[in-house]
């Protein structure tokens, strides 16, 4: 079992920038391939990010790339997420997900396992 847990969301204006961080538990974490997902309110859960478990590869959904960064550090179990740049329309609940089989560029929410309770962040204009 993998718990995960996010935290660092709050209230931000259009331009400002927030770090959201995701701590797991599990000693295979650093085999695991980690992503961030968001939902709005009346929309599906949409990819954000994803990073690999062999070689820190990144990527990115094209609504956020030159804007967001995610990263791990294996030593602490935690996945990070920062966000530049922020606009209205980034305002979701974000997630923190777990792919156990660490399967490179997973866009798509089945493809992980566990979730966090997410957390919320929003953007005012």
């Known amino acids: 079992q993998v718990q995960l847990v996010e935290s660092g969301g709050g209230l931000v204006q259009a331009g400002g920038s927030l770090r959201l961080s995701c701590t797991a538990s599990?000693?295979?974490?650093?085999?695991?391939?980690m992503g961030w997902f968001r939902q709005a309110p009346g929309k599906e859960r949409e990819f954000v990010a994803t990073?690999?478990?062999?070689?820190?590869?990144?990527y990115y959904a094209d609504s956020v790339k030159g804007r967001f960064t995610i990263s791990r550090d294996n030593a602490k179990n935690t996945v990070c997420l920062q966000m530049n740049s922020l606009k209205p329309e980034d305002t979701a609940v974000y997630y923190c997900?777990?792919?156990?089989?660490?399967?490179?560029?997973?866009?798509?929410?089945?493809?992980?396992?566990?979730w966090g309770q997410g957390t919320q962040v929003t953007v005012s204009s």
């Open positions: 990073i690999n478990w062999s070689d820190d590869s990144t």
């Open positions: 599990g000693r295979a974490f650093r085999s695991y391939a």
């Open positions: 997900a777990a792919d156990l089989y660490g399967r490179r560029n997973g866009a798509i929410p089945r493809e992980y396992e566990y």
